[in-house]
């Protein structure tokens, strides 16, 4: 298998990195002033891998049933990776961006991750429906879940994950990008991007590889702006179009 460090000659792929790593003391904020709790381990775990989806995307839905059990069992739980979910809804209306407000609202009401993992064993069937169905099933308060899917207060964070999507070059989902958490990417160790659902070994690769290096972890970087080279699969390409990009 090859490795993951060559390197990316476009300068689409030369990316403006604007992460929000949650330190231990306080989690990021997103735009209601409400505490961002789309991580899975802990916050000062020493490699964090981000992961850029659609709920009604195949090779997404083949990321959580192949890929993320092992992910989570060996690195996850253990305490060796910090995971953080961003969205890529591919269509600006529809199933996938009224999935995502879904999992945002239920995240108003600390079940995150009780409606995310609902909505990928969907299969991608998903309407308001089976939303619905899903709030009562993890016992959201009715009114308040159904007052934040009218309000949309969430749809401009979730676009802005999009677009932070984009500038790391991904123009289709699934995409995946490694980084050491207390450093973040520099232009000695660039970030890491998976442009794809590929198996869980070239995961493993890559994460085995930055933990042998890694510091201690601080517990994360703050939100800045950085230019850096990101190393990807030799030849990749998303396995999945992006719409709005020609």
């Known amino acids: 298998m090859k490795s993951l460090r060559q390197g990316m000659t476009t300068a689409g792929l030369l990316v403006m990195a604007c992460l929000a790593l949650f ?34 995307c195949g090779y997404c839905l083949k990321f959580f049933r192949e890929t993320w059990p092992r992910i989570q069992a060996r690195y996850v739980d253990t305490g060796k990776v910090k995971f953080l979910y961003r969205d890529y ?7 996938g961006l009224d999935a995502a ?5 239920a995240g108003g009401q600390g079940k995150y991750w009780a409606m995310h993992d609902r909505l990928f064993a969907e299969g991608g069937r998903i309407d308001q429906a089976v939303i619905l169905r899903h709030a009562v099933a993890i016992g959201l308060t009715q009114a308040t879940f159904e007052r934040c899917l009218k309000d949309k207060s969430h749809v401009a964070s979730i676009f802005e994950d999009r677009e932070e999507a984009n500038r790391w070059g991904f123009h289709g989902t699934p995409g995946f990008i490694l980084i050491r958490t207390a ?33 201690q972890s601080r517990g994360g970087i703050e939100r800045e702006s950085l230019i850096r080279p990101v190393r990807s699969v030799e030849g990749s390409t998303p396995l999945v179009r992006d719409p709005h990009v020609p």
Not at 89 to 95: E, K, T
Not at 101 to 105: D, E
Not at 195 to 201: L, N, S, V
């Open 89 to 95: 809804p591919r269509a600006d209306q529809g199933p």
């Open 23 to 56: 330190s231990p003391e306080a989690g990021a904020k997103n735009e209601s002033g409400q505490t961002d709790n789309r991580m899975r381990g802990q916050a000062n775990a020493p490699v964090t891998l981000i992961e850029y989806s659609d709920f009604t």
């Open 183 to 215: 450093s973040g990417p520099t232009e000695k160790e660039p970030a890491i991007a998976i442009p794809g659902a590929f198996p869980f070994e070239m995961f493993a690769e890559e994460i085995d590889r930055l933990l042998a290096s890694a510091p």
């Open 101 to 105: 407000l879904a999992a945002r609202c």
